[in-house]
């Protein structure tokens, strides 16, 4: 039998493709901290791809805090959290994440990825009910592959959509309804209130993504429930580390018998090695930092308010976003590669997205802010995107009217 697999991957062009046009915009080695400038082949790039929404990756005191967890408990765990890979520092985060998000306990997992395909494939089984936004996170599909639950789609935000496919359910099924709490690619906020309505009426429980919204939404941060004060109406919240909280990993927070059994059952927490001191340490100074200066949020939400306005002023189609994440749409795949390239040249960094993270006809530039931009930083880089725009024929939402 001949080996088929080189010639199945040879099928796949797509990325041959962009990389003979000479834009491939991929896995671009950065050669610095990454911060609202980075140096790339020796130039300085603004950086506007960024999750790091409180710009707090280069912070003296987190960088302290990782250095010193290093020295006190070496630069790994060695195993998961289940077995030998417990510290104390563990323990302390989750206690301090479970406060922060108003949840009784919260439990670490090494990314948040590692979060959401382990409580989705564990959290409902056989003959239970997955209800997903299209449009969440790829994590929150593929945990929701690893179930053994029925999986249902409704329409992106769509509160009509969602009765419609929770009106066909079998009453006494157990159901959860899991959804980005801002949406990573749009920059919407979830409609949290009608879910709530919804999951009441028709039985289900509420998980929320809040990876985007840590450090952005709610009180001191504290997220999607926060912000809309329903605390009690989501009964599991997930969050990262690896955006505002400039680490990396993530957790999930619930009241304590939900979590006792996400530790006994999520397979990504059980079997796989538990997160390293220095990260842990980093996210510990990090939420420090975030409580004592609640400035940094409203920075944030400066910054974002002058982007938007700017690039709103520029004729720009930004969608319906509420949040940091401004998607400036392309609408074309090639058009975005090459956008994407010629800003990268004239020194901005903003990251394509393409199908599958978006559907095929809405690629868009995703345009980040953070709280350490400076306006003269966005005056440049948005003066830049109206010119390059103008070079690769974008046509904006102004000039179409
Ligand atoms: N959920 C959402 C909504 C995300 O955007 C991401 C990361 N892009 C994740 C989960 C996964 O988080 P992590 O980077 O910590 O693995």
Redesign the pocket.
């Known amino acids: 039998m001949r080996k088929r697999l080189h010639e199945k991957i040879a099928q796949f062009t797509d990325v041959k493709d962009v990389r003979d046009k000479g834009v491939y915009p991929f896995f671009r080695p950065i050669s610095s901290g990454q911060d609202t400038e980075v140096i790339i082949d020796g130039q300085r790039v603004l950086m506007f791809g960024s999750?790091s929404y409180l710009g707090l990756t280069n912070h003296p005191k987190i960088k302290e805090a990782s250095k010193k967890a290093v020295d006190k408990y070496g630069t790994g765990c060695a195993g998961s959290r289940f077995l030998n890979g417990t510290l104390d520092i563990h323990i302390e985060l989750e206690n301090r994440l479970a406060a922060y998000v108003g949840k009784e306990a919260a439990v670490l997992f090494s990314?948040?990825?590692?979060?959401?395909l382990g409580v989705l494939s564990c959290i409902t089984g056989r003959n239970d009910y997955l209800i997903l936004d299209e449009y969440?996170?790829a994590?929150?599909i593929d945990g929701s592959r690893l179930s053994f639950s029925r999986v249902i789609k409704y329409a992106h935000n769509d509160m009509q959509d969602l009765q419609r496919k929770l009106a066909l359910l079998p009453e006494e099924a157990v159901k959860v309804i899991a959804v980005?709490g801002i949406?990573?690619m749009e920059g919407d906020i979830v409609k949290l209130p009608e879910v709530a309505v919804l999951a009441e009426q028709y039985g289900a429980n509420i998980f929320v993504?809040d990876?985007?919204s840590l450090g952005v939404i709610g009180v001191n941060g504290a997220g999607t429930a926060s912000h809309f004060n329903m605390n009690d109406d989501v009964d599991l919240i997930?969050g990262?580390?690896?955006?505002s909280f400039a680490s990396?990993?993530?957790f999930i927070a619930a009241d304590h018998e939900t979590v006792d059994y996400l530790k006994h059952r999520a397979r990504s927490l059980m079997f796989s090695a538990s997160m390293p001191p220095a990260s842990v340490a980093s996210v510990i100074a990090a939420l420090d930092i975030i409580e004592a200066e609640p400035e940094r949020i409203e920075k944030l939400w400066d910054n974002t308010n002058y982007a938007m306005k700017l690039l709103t002023e520029e004729g720009f189609d930004l969608g319906p976003t509420e949040s940091p994440i401004l998607p400036i749409y392309i609408r074309d795949n090639d058009k975005t590669f090459a956008v994407t390239k010629l800003l990268q040249d004239n020194g901005v960094f903003v990251n394509p997205v393409v199908s599958p993270a978006v559907p095929s006809d809405s690629s868009l530039l995703r345009f980040s802010l953070m709280a350490t931009h400076t306006f003269a930083q966005i005056d440049e880089a948005v003066d830049k995107i109206s010119r390059v725009f103008k070079e690769v024929g974008v046509t904006t939402v102004k000039e179409k009217i």
């Open positions: 999750n990314t948040g990825f590692q979060v959401n969440d996170h994590s929150i980005d949406f990573s993504d990876a985007h997930m990262t580390f690896s955006k990396l990993g993530g």
